[in-house]
């Protein structure tokens, strides 16, 4: 074969992949390729052209050469770069508008005369059906993967994507590889030749593009991945603590029309009038988020490693920290009593919520808390009756509290059994065990409890979110001189104490 015949047998399979849905090349068809090169190579470095095949098929005599005209080759390689640039122009074209390029690519139809094509296949046919299906497969690839990914690392995920057990076996360097070919940054023949540290040096380029695909996957499944952490964390604040949300950083005052602000019912006679009120407002305290983050990356060694657990592992653990640090910034709250919004300790004689001879839970220590909360009243000197809904104690006093509640009778001084008036409470009252109070309080230390009302009728503790967002955000972030792909992981919240009314605590005794 010669030079040109070799450039035109390897062109022509260039082609058929093209056609076969731009596919990358086979095994068989990579072989036949490289073999063409190395034959066409040899023969430019020798100066002549490869040795030429008589009609029969067989070579010509020893010392001879197939005479080729001046130019030939040159002429021969520009011909086929641009067969290689019309048929690449016209396949994206005709993608774009939704139209089979083969036809046009066969027939040898300009980049215009396609254009046209495919001006008038528009018209017809609406919008370019083609380009939004893949735009589509694009988006169920990547929820397949990102599904993929999450299985793997041992996250449930209720509903899979359809193709999500196609990429369960797939390692982060195969799913990076399908990836870079889908954006088109080679065939996957010319990247499983890269070597993992090759590959991911070129992942590190695309990690800051906004369009790149893998980044993208790795992206989602770290999200669901924080989602499903976060929720499992095994904290309590949530249980008893209003929720809010703000609209931004800047302190917010909001005004409440507490139970018993409004005017009492005046009886109406006959054809009487009714009289104008307006209800009592107390303004409550400001309320304000914060921001709180940090950062974690994942490094090369563990993309080498092929660490799929890390899409959900490390993250997950700064979404569990981030819980974690509400809740003892909540308990904190209650164990460190600061003064709230009127100057006054939370919890204090003037507000009618602190029994300051501290014991631990007993019959007559519910019953005396609990009247604390059924004697309160609002801003404007009315009955509100604060129901409890929570008791809320540290680790070692839940068996006592379900003993007290649980149990029918109790023993009287005399040694008989009576009713025990805390047993119809069994429903209503729900026990709040939370070691963050011993930690805070300290070993040896007495450590307090509390009692709670509704928090949909009586406030105590709120907690804000920026924009109602309760989990963490991630952001890919670039750190200079980090080896590895960085991630910003935050939340906005804020903690209040907004009222005092929906509280008590008994100050207790030492845990032994």
Known sequence: MTIEEMIARQQAIVTAARNDGERSLSSEEQAEFDSLQAQ???????????PATTAEGTQPAEGTRAAAPAGADEAAQRA??????RVSDITALCREAGMDPAEHIRSGATLDAVRAAAVTHLIQHGAPVASRARENDGDNFRQ????????QAGVPVATPAEDANQFRGMSLRDIAIECMVRDGEGSTTSLLRMGKDDLFRSLSRQFFNPTATFPAILDD???????????????????????GSVSDFKPTKDHSYLVGGAGEFLRVGENGELKLDTPKSELLPQRQVDTYGRQFSMSRQAFINDDVGFITEVPGLYAASAKRTINKQVYKILVDNPAIFDGVPLFDAAHNNLISAGSKPSNQAIQDIMMKMLLQTDPFGESIMVQPAFIIVPVGYKFLMTTILASPTINTTDNTQAVN?????RDQLTIVEDGTINALAGKNSPAPWFMVGDKNYAKSLQVDYLNGQETPT???????????????????????????????RNNGVAIN
Request: proline share 5%.
């Open 80 to 85: 086929v770069a641009l067969e290689r640039q």
């Open 221 to 243: 499944a770290i999200r669901k991945g924080i989602v499903h952490r976060y929720q499992a964390v095994p904290t309590t604040f949530q249980l008893w603590t209003s929720k």
């Open 474 to 504: 991630i952001r890919r972030s670039e750190v200079p001189g980090q080896l590895g792909y960085v991630w910003d992981i935050f939340l906005d919240w804020g903690i209040t104490a907004t009222d005092f009314r929906g509280i008590a």
């Open 40 to 50: 066409i190579d040899a023969a430019r470095s020798a100066g002549d052209p490869a």
């Open 144 to 151: 397949a993967a990102t599904d993929a990914l999450l299985i």
């Open 421 to 425: 008036p805390l047993y119809q409470y």
